[in-house]
């Protein structure tokens, strides 16, 4: 049962251009909404975070929108670089148990240079 | 600095055979998980653990058991791999109080 779904599953963008990765979710228990950056051969590292009572969350170029009635949220990457090549998860942690998270199916990003 | 190990990077097995997969955190995380990444389907919990000596099923834990016998290991057994068991398998640790998870750099593991 996947609870997150993320798509695309894979994104080519041009070096400079608007990268947009998009998810949704059904369980209203989430209560906070995490991206993760997964570089090759490493292991996924936290990028950007978003609580529910919040509609936008903006760290550098990497942006959340959260829109809670239509239960989905997207992270939208601007002026991306080469370097932003990787695969992104977004994730959704429920209430309870402690700390645990589901994620989405990924998305490989290409930032052509 | 956060560390999260794992004891092999590439690990080959046979069918039928016991592989045992091992996580070792420098943090004092209380919380510790296991999961498998599948191309497509994203990462997926296998099994987690609150405490030392705790362990709870995650979303697909049949055919693996674990072991937390020290707050900073946490040990995935595959009690007789399968060649479906084939995966990239993560650790991650989190603090109690539902910090932010951190994870280890993978173990791709492929069942023969």
């Known amino acids: 049962q996947q609870q997150v779904k993320q798509s695309p599953q894979s994104l080519i963008v041009q070096k400079g251009g608007i990268s947009i990765i998009n998810c949704a979710y059904e369980?209203?228990?989430?209560?906070?909404f995490p991206w993760y950056q997964q570089f090759p051969g490493k292991g996924p590292a936290l990028l950007i975070a978003?609580?529910?009572?919040?509609s936008e969350k903006k760290e550098g170029r990497f942006t959340i929108s959260f829109n809670k009635s239509a239960k989905q949220f997207s992270l939208h990457i601007m002026d991306s670089q080469p370097g932003d090549s990787a695969t992104y998860f977004c994730?959704?942690?429920?209430?309870?148990?402690?700390?645990?998270?589901?994620f989405g199916q990924g998305t490989i990003l290409t930032v052509h240079p | 600095d956060v560390k999260v190990t794992q004891s092999s990077r590439y690990l080959v097995k046979r069918t039928g055979e016991k592989v045992f997969l091992e996580c070792v955190q420098d943090?004092?995380?209380?919380?510790m998980f296991w999961y498998r990444q599948d191309p497509g389907l994203g990462l997926r919990l296998i099994y987690f653990?609150?405490?030392?000596?705790?362990?709870e099923k995650g979303d697909i834990p049949e055919g693996y058991s674990v072991s937390r016998e020290k707050k900073e290991r946490f040990s995935l057994i595959l009690e007789s791999a399968s060649t479906n068991q084939t995966s990239m398998y993560l650790c991650?640790?989190?603090?109690?109080?539902?910090?932010?998870?951190?994870f280890g750099p993978g173990t791709r593991l492929t069942v023969l």
């Open positions: 994730a959704a942690r429920d209430f309870f148990p402690d700390g645990k998270l589901t």
């Open positions: 653990s609150y405490d030392v000596k705790m362990k």
């Open positions: 978003i609580r529910p009572d919040v």
């Open positions: 943090m004092d995380h209380e919380n």
């Open positions: 369980n209203t228990a989430f209560d906070y």
């Open positions: 991650a640790s989190s603090p109690a109080g539902r910090g932010t998870q951190y």
